[in-house]
């Protein structure tokens, strides 16, 4: 499995940037595809993830209205849209993928096996 993530940059307050993450080796559909970012000195927190059978999308609350999660999955890839960004969104974003994600725990690092290396996004105030 590999997932490949990109789109990160630098862009001042208030614009937009949408991150790529290409994803091989699973059968894409029956797959969780989650979002997360790590700031300096921090931890990895979840900041959206899109569920495999239903296709819903779930939020961190400080990304709510601003972050849209969608895939292809006819291209086996995942999109992060990010608008009105903020400083405080600066950070690596990573990617992950696992097909046996359980509902409860879809916010924990811990309930994804594969994950990308990573795209930083930059905000400048």
């Known amino acids: 499995v590999q997932l490949q993530a990109s789109g990160g940059g630098l862009v001042q307050a208030g614009g937009s940037l949408r991150l790529s993450c290409a994803v091989s080796?699973?059968?894409?559909?029956?797959?969780?595809m989650a979002w997360f970012r790590q700031a300096p000195g921090q931890e990895r927190e979840f900041v959206a993830a899109m569920w495999r059978s239903s296709g819903m999308s779930y939020y961190e609350d400080s990304v709510k209205g601003r972050f849209t999660i969608s895939r292809d999955n006819a291209k086996n890839m995942v999109f992060l849209q990010m608008n009105s960004l903020k400083p405080e969104d600066t950070a690596v974003y990573y990617c992950?993928?696992?097909?046996?994600?359980?509902?409860?725990?879809?916010?924990?690092?811990?309930?994804?096996?594969?994950w990308g290396q990573g795209t930083q996004v930059t905000v400048s105030s």
């Open positions: 080796g699973i059968t894409f559909g029956r797959y969780t």
């Open positions: 992950a993928t696992d097909q046996g994600v359980i509902f409860s725990e879809m916010r924990r690092r811990r309930a994804y096996d594969y």
